[in-house]
T-cell receptor, first 115, second 115 residues
Framework: SAVISQKPSRDICQRGTSLTIQCQVD?????MFWHRQQPGQSLTLIAT?????????ESGFVIDKFPISRPNLTFSTLTVSNLSPEDSSIYLC????????????FGPGTRLTVL | KNQVEQSPQSLIILEGKNCTLQ??????????LRWYKQDTGRGPVSLTI?????NTKSNGRYTATLDADTKQSSLHITASQLSDSASYIC??????????????FGRGTQLTVWP
């Protein structure tokens, strides 16, 4: 199975600042995704991180607010820009591992608190 | 509208007892349905994956069932242990050609196992 790490595991940020979250996978994967999980809520897909091209965003999420980079097949970053308290959530990356029958593996998540 | 509804929202059981969690969905066309376990502070971990042609799948003490006609799935946990305390998330994947389609997440059932 793919092993995924995220940095930081948690952070507390001031309103108006930005936070960049890193996602590292121990093997090359075709598809990487970013999700948000607000308190007590289900996971919501933010975007698909595409290697070498712009990310594909879901409805309600825009590149200016959530810029994503995917420089290679094992690494991606998500930046949450111009933070507001409403951005306080857990942010998770996930990967699709076609070797394991399209199994989807999730990272441990980054808990963001915006003051 | 594609949705995934889970019930109950939360559940408390005594150690050693069995329980069943429900998932109803309206996602169509349907590709596959997955149950994940999410421990507090961790990313979701896959328990079972079922395609529309599968009625049941087991993973140790976890048994998932699927009725594609009624669009219902259940996750049965046998002989519960304290370590089963977690959120259980039902995820339904939309069919989109030969590629993985959009994921729809339920809100999860928060299970607490008491000694």
């Amino acid at each position: 199975s793919a092993v995924i790490s995220q940095k930081p595991s948690r952070d507390i940020c001031q309103r108006g600042t930005s936070l960049t979250i890193q996602c590292q996978v121990d093997s090359q994967v075709t598809m990487m995704f970013w999700h948000r999980q607000q308190p007590g809520q289900s996971l919501t897909l933010i975007a698909t991180a595409n290697q070498g091209s712009e990310a594909t965003y879901e409805s309600g999420f825009v590149i200016d607010k959530f810029p994503i980079s995917r420089p290679n097949l094992t690494f991606s970053t998500l930046t949450v820009s111009n933070l507001s308290p409403e951005d306080s959530s857990i942010y998770l990356c996930s990967v699709l591992d076609r070797v394991f029958y399209n199994e989807q593996f999730f990272g441990p998540g980054t808990r963001l608190t915006v003051l | 509208k594609n949705q995934v509804e889970q019930s109950p929202q939360s559940l408390i059981i005594l150690e050693g007892k069995n329980c069943t969690l429900q998932c109803n969905y309206t996602v169509s066309p349907f590709s596959n349905l997955r149950w994940y376990k999410q421990d507090t502070g961790r990313g979701p971990v896959s328990l079972t994956i079922m395609t529309f042609s599968e009625n049941t799948k087991s993973n140790g003490r976890y048994t998932a069932t699927l009725d594609a006609d009624t669009k219902q799935s259940s996750l049965h946990i046998t002989a519960s242990q304290l370590s089963d305390s977690a959120s259980y998330i039902c995820v339904v994947i939309l069919q989109r050609g030969s590629t993985l389609g959009r994921l729809y997440f339920g809100r999860g059932t928060q299970l607490t196992v008491w000694p």
